[in-house]
């Protein structure tokens, strides 16, 4: 069964929006940003990733350790 722990960011097979695994063919569309894939997988997620990029982006960006300011 899965756990019921916080769902994580793992690779450039998830949405970037709602974590759900995207086959190759079930993509809506990938893009590169910063040097990563990114996965959005119907429309909906691509307006939630459009109106709020931030949010989505520090899903899967490592954590900064020389700045405090994030
Ligand atoms: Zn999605």
């Not at 079930?26 to 040097?35: G, H, K, N, P, V």
Request: glycine share 4%; with cysteine; aromatic share 8%.
């Amino acid at each position: 069964m899965p756990s019921s722990a916080e769902e994580q960011f793992t690779g450039d097979s998830q949405c970037i929006v709602c974590l759900k695994e995207v086959r190759d063919g079930d993509a809506l569309c990938r893009f590169t940003f910063e040097e990563r894939t990114l996965t959005l997988c119907c429309p909906l997620c691509m307006e939630a990733f459009k109106a709020t990029p931030k949010t989505y982006l520090g899903r899967m960006l490592p954590p900064r350790t020389d700045a405090t300011s994030f």
